[in-house]
């Protein structure tokens, strides 16, 4: 089994940057693509960016690319989620996720195996 934390959230204003951590225990040595998704309030999670093993190809939702990169160390089985030019509308909880098929570019919820328990931001005007 594989347990994810999330960390680094918070609350800041609109412009500001952010970066997520994800942490993985347990099964480290296992081969995982990671994504990221989030939950913004009265809405379903939705995809917001993944990576492959070797740190790429990367994939992201259009509604952050461009202000968002995901990256990883997996020495330190760590994932990162670097969020610049803060929105509004991106306030969620954001979720680090890790999907054992690493020969598909998955972005469906459903094809991540496991997940973590998410981190709140929030961006204020």
């Known amino acids: 089994q594989v347990q994810l934390i999330e960390s680094g959230g918070g609350l800041v204003q609109a412009g500001d940057s952010l970066r997520l951590s994800c942490t993985a225990s347990?099964?480290?040595?296992?081969?995982?693509?990671m994504g990221w998704f989030r939950r913004a309030p009265g809405k379903e999670r939705e995809f917001v960016a993944r990576?492959?093993?070797?740190?790429?190809?990367?994939r992201y939702a259009d509604s952050v690319k461009g202000r968002f990169t995901v990256s990883r160390d997996n020495y330190k089985y760590m994932v990162y989620l670097q969020m610049n030019s803060l929105k509004s509308e991106d306030t969620a909880v954001y979720y680090c996720?890790?999907?054992?098929?690493?020969?598909?570019?998955?972005?469906?919820?459903?094809?991540?195996?496991?997940w973590g328990q998410g981190t709140q931001v929030t961006v204020s005007s």
């Open positions: 347990g099964r480290t040595g296992g081969i995982y693509a």
């Open positions: 996720a890790a999907d054992k098929d690493i020969y598909n570019d998955h972005i469906s919820q459903a094809s991540y195996d496991y």
């Open positions: 990576i492959s093993f070797t740190g790429g190809p990367t």
